[in-house]
């Protein structure tokens, strides 16, 4: 890959960003399992104090989730910056999380950023290395600040 003016190429820019869609896309439409595919074979993901390795701990974590199929998410993903680096290439990823229980109104659950960094796997396709979720407010402690109420 040849870095232009410290940029991704376009191709490899949108390889990552329909990456990083597709990871919401899957969590949205409850094919977690399938969202192991999207990561190098030991790659984690990690969420608050708890990181899954490697694809088996994905499948299990899958399970879980797979078990409280009352819960409907939608993942809204933006400012995406992409950025070049030795290993292939880092970014961050703003979220935010809107979560339906039991068929109830949706509500702001989480607002946060992801730290990624990006690798390539054995057949040159855009995969996740690492990704990191790092809360930037929950939206009921941001609420209950703001009201001096508690919601949630």
Not at 72 to 94: K, W, Y
Not at 117 to 146: E, I, K, M, T
Request: hydrophobic share 35%; aromatic share 8%; proline share 3%.
């Amino acid at each position: 890959v040849t870095w232009i003016d410290g940029a991704l190429p376009d191709a490899d820019r949108r390889a990552i960003e329909d990456l990083i869609v597709e990871h919401a896309w899957l969590l949205d439409h409850g094919r977690w399992h399938d969202v192991a595919q999207l990561y190098v074979d030991d790659g984690t993901l990690t969420l608050g104090a708890h990181t899954l390795v490697g694809r088996d701990q994905f499948h299990k974590w899958a399970d879980t989730r797979a078990a409280n199929s009352a819960r409907q998410t939608h993942h809204q993903c933006t400012n995406i910056r992409l950025r070049p680096d030795e290993e292939g290439a880092s970014g961050t990823v703003m979220l935010v999380l809107h979560v339906s229980d039991s068929g109830q109104s949706p509500y702001v659950d989480f607002i946060g950023e992801y730290r990624d960094r990006y690798a390539r796997d054995n057949h040159g396709h855009w995969r996740f290395g690492a990704r990191v979720l790092h809360p930037l407010a929950a939206a009921a402690d941001q609420q209950q600040s703001a009201t001096g109420t508690n919601n949630a």
